[in-house]
């Protein structure tokens, strides 16, 4: 199961080679180039009901298996996109995969938090995000190497990667066919009833806000790494080099959510969460009034406080749905379209006032995170 975080992570970083490649090779603004994670992300907006819908009817296991499929469907589009160097076809394929992302998110992180006691699922989930972070740290240095100046030069550059993707989904596809995976009463009964909407549980109905803005917040900053790194005179850096860094970013993800998954034993998650939210906002106002190492080093540590986010608010929002944990996994997930329009915000306003201080874009969705984990989380779990 943790395999699959990784998978989905080191694909969905990706993304932050592409976007200045795509930017200079289609001469793009910083709006227009940041519709790749706006039809990315937007996926999980669209498809996240119904694979819901169809998670909830067909099990946790096939709703996996229907992931990894649409997403290998996905990397195989990227090898007409960029045979014909069309952007348009690199926004679909983009889509496409998210959808396969988005029913692994929807099966998958319910699933991780089930498999255990109620006491340690804040836990649990942060180890299963540690593998995700993995992923989205070692993304970085394969896409510098194999993407990185070399779309528009030779197209099989592009191609190769997602092709070995596309051959290692299918293996895993085939693997989980194959394998056995315990069932979870609580929830793949789905015959629960209640009067009362799923949006009156506090936990989820404000977790969906805060999801949304902690997607967008992140991708957000990780889209804009190199670009900021390269075309500001603040730092400087040359692309190949600035590539390099964004590493950094995801890599402190993944440190902070090994360290997370140990004291979520001992400290309180939203205590947790609630200052981590803090060191965020705090590093962003450092780099917006900052230059040269400063700068840099204090927007990429914001990528180790950022780890232990998603896992605990959606641990927060998603305990105590018993039946209807599968329509709130979708509920949340259908959240994330907050890395669609987040970037994309941020992008118009760094196309008006600069890239520097487009960053209050972020610091205002951890804002939002610091105070949902002070007051909109507050479950009847006192662990909580």
């Known amino acids: 199961m943790t395999f699959l975080f990784f998978l989905w992570g080191f694909v969905t970083v990706l993304n932050d080679i592409l976007i200045p490649q795509l930017k200079d090779g289609f001469d793009l603004s910083n709006t227009q180039a940041m519709l790749v994670q706006f039809c990315f992300f937007g996926a999980y907006f669209i498809v996240s009901p119904f694979a819901g819908k169809l998670v909830s009817f067909i099990g946790y296991k096939r709703g996996i298996v229907?992931?990894?499929?649409?997403?290998?469907?996905?990397?195989?589009?990227?090898?007409?996109?960029?045979?014909?160097?069309?952007?348009?076809?690199?926004?679909?394929?983009?889509?496409?995969?998210?959808?396969?992302?988005?029913?692994?998110?929807?099966?998958?992180?319910?699933?991780?938090?089930?498999?255990?006691?109620?006491?340690?699922?804040?836990?649990?989930?942060?180890?299963?995000?540690?593998?995700?972070?993995?992923?989205?740290?070692?993304?970085?240095?394969?896409g510098v190497f194999i993407i990185s100046?070399?779309?528009?030069?030779?197209?099989?550059?592009?191609?190769?990667?997602?092709?070995?993707?596309?051959?290692?989904?299918?293996?895993?596809?085939?693997?989980f066919l194959k394998i056995k995976l315990p069932v979870i009463s609580h929830l793949e009964n789905n015959q629960e009833k209640s009067d009362v909407s799923i949006w009156s549980r506090k936990p989820l109905s404000l977790g969906v806000l805060a999801i949304f803005l902690y997607v967008g917040g992140e991708v957000s900053i990780g889209s804009f790494?190199?670009?900021?790194?390269?075309?500001?005179?603040?730092?400087?850096?040359?692309?190949?080099?600035?590539?390099?860094?964004?590493?950094?970013?995801?890599?402190?993800?993944?440190?902070?959510?090994?360290?997370?998954?140990?004291?979520?034993?001992?400290?309180?998650?939203?205590?947790?969460?609630?200052?981590?939210?803090?060191?965020?906002?705090?590093?962003?106002?450092?780099?917006?009034?900052?230059?040269?190492?400063?700068?840099?080093?204090?927007?990429?540590?914001v990528g180790f406080f950022n780890s232990i986010m998603f896992p605990t608010i959606f641990a927060l929002?998603?305990?105590?749905?018993?039946?209807?944990?599968?329509?709130?996994?979708?509920?949340?997930?259908?959240?994330?379209?907050?890395?669609?329009l987040v970037p994309l915000l941020q992008g118009i306003t760094a196309d008006n006032i600069g890239i520097q201080m487009s960053f209050i874009v972020p610091m205002i969705c951890y804002l939002y995170i610091g105070w949902y984990a002070l007051n909109g989380a507050q479950a009847n779990q006192e662990n909580f």
């Open 66 to 142: 229907v992931g990894l499929v649409v997403m290998l469907i996905g990397c195989l589009l990227f090898y007409p996109a960029a045979g014909y160097e069309v952007y348009g076809l690199f926004l679909l394929a983009l889509f496409v995969l998210a959808s396969g992302i988005t029913f692994l998110h929807v099966a998958a992180n319910p699933y991780v938090i089930a498999l255990g006691p109620e006491k340690t699922e804040a836990s649990r989930i942060n180890l299963a995000q540690a593998m995700n972070s993995l992923g989205t740290t070692l993304a970085p240095i394969f």
């Open 149 to 175: 100046d070399a779309i528009f030069v030779y197209a099989e550059a592009i191609q190769r990667p997602y092709l070995i993707i596309a051959a290692t989904l299918l293996v895993v596809t085939i693997i």
């Open 225 to 301: 790494l190199i670009i900021y790194f390269s075309e500001t005179v603040h730092i400087g850096l040359e692309q190949s080099s600035a590539g390099e860094m964004v590493a950094y970013y995801w890599g402190g993800a993944m440190i902070g959510r090994f360290i997370g998954a140990f004291l979520m034993k001992f400290l309180r998650p939203t205590r947790y969460l609630a200052f981590n939210a803090l060191i965020a906002i705090l590093l962003i106002i450092i780099s917006m009034n900052s230059s040269g190492s400063i700068a840099m080093w204090s927007i990429l540590l």
């Open 317 to 340: 929002a998603i305990r105590g749905l018993g039946s209807l944990t599968s329509k709130g996994s979708a509920i949340l997930c259908q959240a994330g379209v907050g890395g669609a």
